[in-house]
């Protein structure tokens, strides 16, 4: 049982205990109305919220397990307050198929801090996706910028027989939006020169090269009808592009990243490889416009993005050798919460666009809400902690951050998972593998 909390109910905060049992919410109430526990524990009035969904995480593993593993993984997420993860598909093996899902999620089943679903890449033979849906995964992602999986990022006829497999299993396709041939041809220019600054990387990864794959995936969409989620938004006509595209009725949603909300490409210059990332960091006016987006509702999710690699991946002296990627778990949320103190993000719209949505776009049951009858997936926030970002205390193994020493407000003290206290006062308690799947 918690008690003594300030606990974030719907759209309000309300100062009332929370009684759990085999996991679950079973009441909340007034300390005093609550039935007695064989447990206590005393938050002194903290506020309590949603432990977080992070739609958008790499949690390596496998044969990529040097860069992250199941267990640092999740052990990161719980020390950002994230309790439920889904995770990418472009490992090694790639999860592309009923095989390569089902021995993932066996490699994870006994690792898990915090709960996990999985995505997978479209298989070569779109009559599988079925069968890939009904081994549980929640969905599928599809990478316009190079092919991972079984299918053609250039062939239009394939994929959009592709998303009319997952409309008629009402499945969410996720689109990293950059297009290949622009990719391609801007990069051979450049190698051909031996250019390989940072202004040469933003040429390469450019706004047009966003704005032509959320085009081309939005047109595939209205043909299909299918579920479309594009993953880190970055640029202003992106924003545009998408709000136009909800206005006509299209089952679209997508995502923005604290790196692109927080950062531009001024702090890329002064970062380097630290703060290299795909899509890349933007100008001041298409971070403006993903915060107008963010406030209209015309973005729904924050999501992190978490991209781990290893320091010597990392510190490669080109930027065409560097792999991209932010390690984003544990700073998410101090990150937001930051914002909120500053009055530039509400609680509200944190805890819905990091909570409540991303449950809602992909599926996931009974998580997401404090409320009765749910799992008691729960982040203990202080609000007015304040603190330095070191990401030499991470649990991740990617050991940098481009918010490395950041002065932030706002943190997660405690997480809950299934009702089990996986992180106490940034303590994770590895040993305590009480993650679940989620199919």
């Known amino acids: 049982m918690l008690k003594n909390a300030k606990v974030f109910l719907g759209k309000r905060i309300e100062r009332v205990g929370i009684a759990i049992e085999s996991g679950c919410i079973v009441k909340i109430a007034k300390d005093a109305n609550l039935p007695v526990a064989s447990n206590e524990i005393d938050v002194h009035g903290s506020l309590v919220l949603p432990g977080l969904i992070d ?59 915090v709960n996990a679903g999985f995505f997978s890449a479209f298989p070569s033979d779109v009559n599988e996706i079925p069968n890939i849906v009904k081994e549980g995964a929640k969905g599928f992602k599809l990478y316009l910028s190079e092919e991972i999986g079984g299918m053609d990022p250039s062939d239009d006829e394939l994929i959009t027989k592709a998303f009319v497999e997952t409309q008629k299993l009402s499945i969410p396709v996720c689109v990293h939006a950059e297009d290949k041939q622009l990719l391609e041809t801007i990069y051979e220019e450049k190698k051909k020169n031996k250019d390989s600054t940072i202004d040469a990387f933003l040429h390469v990864h450019s706004e047009d090269a966003e704005v032509k794959a959320i085009e081309r995936i939005l047109n595939l969409a209205q043909k299909s009808k299918a579920k479309v989620h594009i993953c880190h938004v970055s640029t202003s006509k992106g924003v545009q592009l998408i709000e136009m595209a909800k206005k006509t009725g299209l089952n679209v949603t997508c995502e923005v990243t604290p790196h692109h909300l927080l950062l531009t490409y001024e702090n890329l210059r002064e970062l380097g490889i630290t703060g290299l990332t795909k899509p890349p960091l933007r100008s001041k ?42 390690a984003g778990l544990e700073t998410v949320l101090p990150l937001m919460l930051t914002q909120v103190n500053k009055r530039l993000l509400s609680l509200l719209k944190l ?78 308690f590895t040993d305590l593998k009480r993650g679940r799947i989620i199919r």
């Not at 971070?287 to 010597?312: E, F, N």
């Not at 997936?377 to 918010?403: H, Q």
């Open 285 to 326: 006016d298409d971070v403006r416009s993903l915060w107008a987006g963010l406030q209209k509702g015309v973005i729904d999710i924050i999501a992190s993005d978490h991209a781990p690699h290893s320091l010597d991946e990392k510190e490669k002296t080109s930027f065409w050798q560097v792999p991209s990627g932010i």
């Open 55 to 113: 739609v958008h995480v790499h949690l390596r593993d496998q044969e990529l397990s040097y860069k992250e593993d199941f267990v640092s993984g999740t052990s990161a997420a719980a020390n950002g307050g994230v309790t439920t993860v889904l995770d990418m598909p472009n490992n090694v093996p790639v999860t592309m198929d009923m095989p390569s899902l089902r021995e993932r999620m066996a490699v994870a089943s006994k690792k898990l801090i």
């Open 351 to 428: 805890v819905e666009t990091t909570s409540k949505i991303p449950r809602e776009v992909f599926g996931i049951k009974k998580r997401g809400e404090i409320r009765e009858g749910h799992m008691a997936d729960l982040v203990v926030v202080d609000l007015k902690k304040e603190w330095k970002i070191d990401s030499s205390k991470f649990y991740s193994k990617a050991k940098f951050s481009p918010f490395d020493g950041w002065k932030v407000k706002g943190k997660p003290v405690k997480t809950f998972v299934n009702g089990n206290l996986v992180m106490d006062n940034g303590e994770v």
